[in-house]
């Protein structure tokens, strides 16, 4: 397989060929009662997606078996040769969507602020994101390969990898928060108490599920049920796009994993990356749960 350079749209680097379908990202037209996720790649956007779709088919789990979860909740910019596109697939499906996105604030289409929809964004601290975009580029083709560890390291902190720079995503989005309908979540968070936070989303969408629902979807949604379920585990992927025997795409799932890769000193780089990218802001992480 050859593997893609980076493309580029409005200075933002993005999967090759996706930069080839922006065009019709562009033109692309949010709906009345869409709903937005959208999140810096690796940071449990598979999670939340599985969740919202849940909660909308009020924790029915056939409903949601209805298809793998990158259909039910098609992914706006993507685009491979020969595959139907993220703007294809929803122009298909009649609104209200969810929809998902890794665009920057900055470059999203600004239908969706016309439309007023609402949106639910998930951050993920830069180190636990950078390992696993670090397998995920392993194993994910359309990427360029991400040569060690320790050059994928380098490129993350410049942004020199799909959807850019990790500070600039969550702190554009974080700036946004204010003035739009938006709930800003932590996978950190997710992984404390996931009931109190699928709650939180409960409440966004404006719904009102019973306790025995809310407990369903919380067992539904935990890393080893959708680690199984092959309508989340992403194995419905030619191996040609995605190689999981390279990585598994649902790999560990936790926090602090990155323990497990940062040297001392590729960690106090990343320290002083995160302290100077994060200065000015009152958006804070943790990188331990
Ligand atoms: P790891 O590679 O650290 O295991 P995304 O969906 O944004 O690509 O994010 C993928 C990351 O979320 C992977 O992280 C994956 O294992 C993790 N993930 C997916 N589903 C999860 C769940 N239900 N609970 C916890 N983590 C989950």
């Given at each position: 397989?050859?593997?893609?350079?980076?493309?580029?749209?409005s200075g933002l680097p993005i999967?090759?060929?996706?930069?080839?379908?922006w065009a019709n990202v562009q033109k692309f037209q949010a709906g009345e009662g869409d709903v937005l996720i959208d999140t810096y790649p690796k940071s449990g956007t598979t999670w939340i997606s599985e969740i919202v779709d849940l909660i909308l088919q009020n924790g029915d789990k056939k409903k949601a078996q209805r298809g793998?979860?990158?259909?039910?909740v098609p992914f706006l910019e993507f685009a491979v040769p020969k595959i139907p596109t993220g703007t294809e697939v929803l122009n298909a499906i009649e609104p209200p969507?969810?929809?998902k996105s890794h665009l920057s604030v900055q470059t999203l289409p600004?239908?969706?602020?016309e439309k007023n929809c609402k949106v639910i964004y998930v951050a993920r601290n830069a180190k636990d994101v950078a390992v696993s975009y670090y397998h995920f580029n392993r194993m994910a083709l359309g990427?360029?390969?991400?040569?060690?560890?320790d050059e994928f390291l380098n490129n993350f902190m410049e942004g020199n990898v799909a959807f850019g720079r990790w500070s600039t995503h969550v702190k554009g989005w974080w700036k946004m928060r204010q003035q739009t309908d938006m709930l800003y979540l932590f996978y950190e968070d997710m992984l404390e108490d996931p009931k109190r936070e699928i709650q939180k989303v409960i409440k966004f969408l404006g719904k009102d599920l019973s306790d025995d629902v809310l407990e369903?979807?919380?067992?539904?949604t935990s890393f080893k049920a959708m680690k199984e379920n092959p309508k989340t585990n992403y194995t419905a992927i030619p191996s040609t796009i995605m190689d999981q025997s390279v990585s598994p795409f649902m790999r560990k799932g936790?926090?602090?994993?990155?323990?497990?890769?940062?040297t001392v000193s590729q960690s106090e780089r990343l320290d002083e990356y995160y302290q100077k990218e994060m200065s000015g802001t009152d958006l804070s992480f943790r990188f331990l749960v």
């Open positions: 397989v050859v593997r893609p350079p980076l493309g580029d749209v999967v090759g060929p996706f930069a080839e379908n793998a979860i990158f259909e039910r969507r969810v929809i600004n239908t969706f602020w990427h360029p390969d991400p040569g060690t560890w369903k979807i919380c067992l539904q936790i926090c602090g994993d990155w323990k497990n890769h940062f």
